[in-house]
């Protein structure tokens, strides 16, 4: 198959790299030292102890996809920019794809619960599909090299769940992406509710994501022991229960499942640590502020996530 990647990070990165090891055609999507480094040296990903390089992808920057390519070239674009930038991205596929004449599925690999949303308002729920990562830790070490570790399993499905979807182009992509990612090299399935899974990713992610922030630890010292591990649970139960906003009931043990999830898994930064570590704008409003905004239309009060939310982002505005 041929893809676009746009958004060449450590988790655009990873996938793409494994991608094109297993023969796919990538075009790496990307801007600025990224784009710079791809270009005259190409991608390298360490994991596991392996590395590979790839010397001369094909890549481009945004600008160049949407002027001078043809989205009939492609059967699928991956999204892995952070969430602040889909709802621009959306509006440029959409004219993208009116200047070609072909409409093209769109699957995010992003943070939040809103991007698939954004998307089909401008697509079409048709061509969306929504997919989770977990366990997976890629971050860019120096532009063009990226190191990362875990699994990297990939949930996916048809945008907002199977029941839902039409026979459009995003329904039957499902079960041919699950068997090509396995045979990529990292695990995926397909889920017949997407929207549901993702509020579980949402759930660990607002447990973790902006508390690391905060405190400049991992996901394990976050998660295991005093003093933090009782605020990552109350984070995460507020999500729990945000996510009946959006009709989405989870199981009641659903935050203490997360949690146990977590002291299992690897210690990682989690990407908002680390674009905090970098000077970059952080998705607080795609975590926090989704659980935030959930609780408000639900009239409940969420106070580890206000509190956390109000922290992080004076952080972000002091000078």
């Known amino acids: 198959m041929k893809f676009a990647m746009i958004g060449t990070g450590g988790i655009g990165g990873f996938y793409a790299a494994r991608l094109l090891a297993a023969g796919h055609q990538v075009t790496l999507v990307a801007r600025g030292a990224q784009l710079q480094a791809l ?33 009939a070239d492609y059967d699928l674009i991956i999204l892995a920019v952070k969430s602040a ?6 509006a ?25 949303q954004q998307l089909a308002e401008r697509l079409g729920s048709d ?20 190191e990362s570790t875990g699994p990297g399993r990939v949930v996916l499905g048809a945008w907002p769940d199977k029941q839902q979807t039409s026979d459009g ?4 992509l499902p079960g041919t992406l699950t ?4 045979a990529a ?8 509710d997407i929207r549901r899974e993702l509020w579980r990713k949402l759930v660990l992610n607002n447990g973790v994501n902006p508390l690391s922030a905060l405190t400049g630890l991992d996901t394990r010292r976050l998660t295991t022991g005093e003093p933090f591990e009782p605020v990552a649970l109350g984070l995460m139960r507020e999500a729990v229960a945000a996510a009946r906003a959006d009709g989405v009931e989870l199981e009641p043990d659903t935050a203490e499942q997360v949690l146990q999830f977590m002291q299992g898994f690897d210690a990682i930064k989690t990407s908002m640590l680390v674009d905090k570590e970098n000077g970059r704008p952080l998705e607080i409003d795609a975590i926090s502020g989704a659980v935030l905004a959930r609780a408000t239309r639900l009239g409940i009060d969420v106070p580890y996530t206000r509190t956390i939310h ?6 972000q505005r002091a000078p």
């Open 169 to 172: 182009p995003a329904t039957a």
């Open 310 to 315: 109000s922290l992080l982002t004076l952080t």
């Open 185 to 192: 090299g990292f695990p995926a399935e397909e889920s017949d």
């Open 39 to 71: 270009t005259a040296s190409g991608l390298t990903l360490s994991h596991a102890g392996d590395t590979l390089h790839f010397a001369a992808p094909d890549c481009c920057d945004t600008g160049t996809l949407f002027s001078e390519r043809n989205s």
């Open 179 to 182: 068997a090509l990612f396995n």
């Open 92 to 116: 440029q596929l959409q004219a993208w794809y009116e200047r070609c004449g072909q409409a093209v599925p769109v699957i995010s690999f992003q943070n939040g619960v809103d991007n698939e």
């Open 127 to 146: 061509y969306v599909l929504g997919a989770l990562l977990v366990g997976i830790g890629a971050h860019l070490t120096a532009p063009g090299h990226i």
């Open 85 to 90: 930038a889909t709802a621009t991205l959306a």
